[in-house]
């Protein structure tokens, strides 16, 4: 077993086909296969079932999937801190966002980045907040940036950006021409709730309950998983919600939508740098996290 070996299996494990690896990797689907099964004869058992033109991993390759993971990017960080050491900054970075930083904030992060270290491959994997911080915390990606903070010892977490959160409503609506609602109005209007592992929606209940309010009173009148599907509701009217005015700015600026303060609630929140206490930051990771306090600080 070597570590090009365990690269080919992620890669056929990830892309769910040898055809494709094959193609990404450079090399012949025979090859890939050869590789495939000298890892086999090594551990002895099946790691890859072909299931017509797909291909999944044994419960046997689910977890060499998961050490490979750990161990190709443990491969990465040396190389950066050894490149790192002799002053040059090449290698690769992969930062894992929910929904308003991975569709709004880092992107911008992403390209002044790049242009400053150009020998850096940078890549962004989008989730909800609990999905990204158990991302971070079993090493799948090396930083996050998430809207909430975890109780979870395992994780350390930095205040990166403020945002603020408001009550949407679409054009037209009966409360569009208001600067602030009282909660009771809220309660009884249609409203659209995000899934229980976003941020969004973890802040607007600990806001809620913050002002002593129950969320469980609100009239959910549907549950979507994404901040853009939220916004597609609201513009067609199916009722409203409580996002953040970064996801909404073109759609508030060209009148589409409105946003609102529910009187009583403290909807502002942040957003955080996170990553796992106990793994070795690569130098590049550092530089990102350095990058983006300042470039933030100055905007």
Known sequence: MDLWQLQIFVTVVEEKSFSKASHIINLSQPTVSTHIKELEQHFQCRLLDRLGKRTEPTQA??????????????????????LDFIGCTKGSLVIGGSTI?????????????????????????????????????????????????????AIAQ???????????????HKWTHLSAIDWHDLINEPFIARE?????????????????????????????GSSVSVI??????????????????DDLAKGRLSALAVKGLDLNRFFYLTWAKKRTQSPICKKFIAFALKHLSQT
Request: a negative charge; one cysteine or more; glycine letters at 10%.
């Open 61 to 82: 390759g689910w977890i060499l999937f998961e050490y490979a993971k750990k161990m190709l990017a443990l491969k990465d960080r040396t190389e950066s801190a050894m």
């Open 196 to 224: 229980p592992g976003s941020g969004t929606w973890q802040s607007i209940c600990s806001s809620m309950a913050e002002a002593g309010y129950d969320p469980a009173q609100l009239h959910p009148c549907i549950t979507m």
């Open 158 to 172: 930095k205040v990166l950006l403020a945002d603020e959160m408001k009550l949407i409503v679409p054009d037209g």
């Open 101 to 153: 930083p991975a569709g709004y904030i880092l992107p911008g992060l992403m390209g002044p980045f790049a242009r400053a270290y150009p020998d850096v491959s940078i890549s962004l994997s989008a989730g909800d907040t609990r999905q990204i911080i158990e991302d971070v915390k079993y090493g799948r990606v090396e930083l996050g940036v998430v809207g909430a903070q975890t109780t979870d010892a």
């Open 232 to 249: 597609q509701g609201i513009l067609n009217h199916l009722g409203v919600s409580i996002l953040s005015t970064t996801a909404v700015a």
